[in-house]
């Protein structure tokens, strides 16, 4: 095989035992990689309705057969039942940890069962030991990677791992790898922590064969030139991180203020990423292989927030910013190293965070029941405080808050109104009142509330080269074909999901540019059609778990604050037509009103299986 390396580990942490499975050349081409083959092993093992602490759930960690043969390919995906939707879950990540797993011989690594001690995965070129955990059970990921990588002799061991968030089950934790990047949403690490493993520690020599090494070298050539280029990457990505979207996307109203109630806030100039480039910024940093180099690093020399360490992103900055009214950049920073070192999802932290003051100032929430803070908008050092609660589950108010928004509304038996919620997960920083595509996709993307499922958004900005398989391009407050752009655009991640290529670098790219990439890396010739019906099999699947989990079309909505207008901003006044753009979203994908995948689309698509799962014989 070429592009795999033709195997993973299985590791049953209830026996104590791992062993490697091979992986079939004709199950690879149909399933590609990343989260494919874990939703695939993920539908076919994991019952849709256990419990997701039980210990039949499972973690599938897989690169792709892309990974290193393409600039921005370094990412990796971890596929599991999540508590939070209670579905299917999905995460991704970049660093180096996906392609020092390919050099160290593997594609993926999945592990299931349940360890009686806490435990952690070493793995060194082909070679693989199960190793005792106990000193570093406590830690957080910082030291965790420093603990592990001087305890197994490799200073440049790539280390995957939890915190305290996730050895205690908030379904707010998330799993940390090279230093503070993130398999962020949907629970991962709690799940992770249920196991009682703490990390995966990966060191590789090898090398990765492809179907033409020599095409490979120049395809990584061409493409670079393409994203250096790419209008989203040359207007401000490099130079200023994600946070970009802070200071862009502020006139189009894209960017949710005061848990979505308002459409302007000037603080947004305090803690964009022109403020951070000239304030804090101490370098760019980069993933593996990558032009773009959008991480942060920073540094704060004195006051209460002083640390240097990795930065916040956009969405960090959104969560924790405006959508607080917290326009201290150094605050932020702060926060955004306490979940990192905790190993929480900063997206749902600060939303949950957000729900809370907003409870608070409505007479839902008590001072007792948060432990005497006074919460107040924009107020730094109180939203400090809470999170300090909620990453330790500490004291009353981390009982409440550290499963998130949706879990304490239910607790509490009100709040539910503000809530920002799809199937339980908290929505990210973009507004679907800005654009009305996204409203589509945070209402069918399977994992909840998600904008990096097929984040239609950038199609109708034009930052697409070209708009994959969109001809025509409508207004964004325009809901005509926006079901049509959103299943398109799912498909088209969905496919660099399995690849597993970065969203900024593969956005930069067309369909034609992964069929080459293919050829190339793995020698595999398909066409534009085959990669289609490959990338509707992979999206439907994913949902098809959903569906034996319970979940239908009542599932796929927004919640009311998301469809309340705004009196002020770019988005002002506005709402998305969901009833419209969700029927042609259904028609488009061949579902049912009742959002059910039919018999006859399963079928075309390759999954047999799955309509007689959802249809009978």
Not at 132 to 141: C, N, Y
Not at 280 to 290: D, P, R, S, V, W
Not at 506 to 527: H, K, Q, V
Request: glycine share 12%; hydrophobic share 35%.
């Amino acid at each position: 095989m070429f592009g795999w390396m033709g195997k993973y580990l299985r590791v049953n942490l209830t026996e104590g035992k791992i062993k490697e499975v091979p992986i079939d050349e004709q199950w690879a081409k149909t399933w590609i990689g990343g989260s494919g083959f874990g939703a695939r092993l993920l539908y076919d093992e994991v019952p849709p309705k256990i419990d997701e602490f039980d210990e039949k759930n499972k973690l599938y960690f897989f690169t792709g057969p892309l990974s290193g043969g393409l600039p921005c390919s370094s990412r990796f995906t971890v596929v599991f039942k999540s508590p939070i939707s209670h579905g299917y879950g999905e995460a991704n990540s970049g660093g180096y940890f996906a392609f020092e797993m390919k050099r160290a011989g593997y594609d993926g690594i999945v592990i299931e069962g349940k360890s009686e001690k806490p435990v952690y995965l070493s793995v060194k070129d082909n070679k693989y030991e199960l190793r005792d955990a106990s000193k570093i059970w406590g830690q957080g990921t910082f030291k965790t990677q420093e603990m592990i990588r001087e305890e197994i002799g490799e200073k440049k061991a790539r280390v995957l791992c939890i915190g305290p968030a996730g050895e205690k089950k908030s379904k707010l934790a998330c799993i940390i790898n090279d230093e503070a990047r993130a398999l962020g949403r949907g629970g991962a690490g709690a799940v992770m922590g249920s196991k009682n493993f703490k990390a995966i520690a990966i060191k590789g020599t090898g090398d990765i064969k492809w179907a033409n090494p020599d095409a490979v070298k120049e395809q990584i050539k061409k493409y670079t030139h393409w994203i250096e280029i790419n209008p989203m990457v040359a207007l401000g990505l490099g130079k200023y991180g994600t946070e970009y979207f802070m200071d862009s996307m502020k006139p189009l109203g894209d960017i949710p203020i005061k848990n979505w109630q308002l459409g302007e806030w000037d603080g947004t100039d305090r803690i964009g990423g022109g403020a951070m480039y000239k304030t804090i910024l101490k370098k760019q940093t980069a993933c593996y292989n990558c032009p773009i180099r959008c991480g942060r690093w920073v540094e704060i020399k004195k006051g209460p927030y002083k640390y240097e360490g990795p930065g916040p992103e956009y969405e960090t900055c959104g969560t924790f910013g405006s959508l607080l009214l917290v326009d201290n950049l150094e605050a932020i920073s702060w926060v955004n190293y306490l979940c990192n070192d905790y190993g929480v999802d900063t997206i749902s932290t600060g939303a949950t965070v957000a729900w809370a003051i907003e409870a608070y100032e409505k007479g839902i929430i008590k001072k007792n029941d948060i432990d005497g803070i006074e919460l107040a908008w924009g107020n730094a050092d109180a939203v400090v405080r809470l999170t300090e609660k909620i990453v330790r589950r500490e004291g009353k108010a981390g009982q409440l808050l550290a499963d998130g928004s949706q879990a304490a509304a239910d607790k509490l038996g009100k709040g539910h109104e503000f809530l920002t919620t799809v199937k339980g997960l908290e929505a990210p920083m973009h507004d679907p009142r800005a654009f009305y595509s996204m409203g589509v996709e945070y209402a069918t993307a399977p994992r909840g509330a998600c904008h990096v499922t097929g984040y239609p958004s950038i199609a109708d900005m034009g930052l697409l080269q070209p708009p994959a398989g969109i001809t025509k391009r409508t207004g964004r407050f325009d809901p005509t074909g926006k079901g049509t752009l959103t299943a398109v655009m799912q498909d088209v991640f969905a496919v660099l999901a399995a690849g597993v290529i970065c969203m900024f670098g593969g956005t930069a790219m067309s369909t034609p540019t992964f069929l080459e990439a293919f050829r190339n890396c793995c020698g595999w010739n398909i066409d534009e059609l085959t990669l289609n019906i490959t990338a509707d099999r992979l999206f439907n699947l994913k949902w098809a778990y959903c569906v034996r989990a319970g979940m239908s079309a009542k599932d796929n909505r927004l919640p009311p604050r998301l469809l309340t207008p705004t009196k002020e901003g770019g988005q002002k006044g506005r709402v998305p037509p969901m009833d419209v753009m969700m029927k042609d979203y259904y028609a488009f994908r061949g579902w049912t009103e009742d959002a059910i995948p039919t018999k006859d689309r399963l079928i075309i698509i390759g999954l047999p299986d799955v309509a007689k799962d959802l249809w009978g014989a």
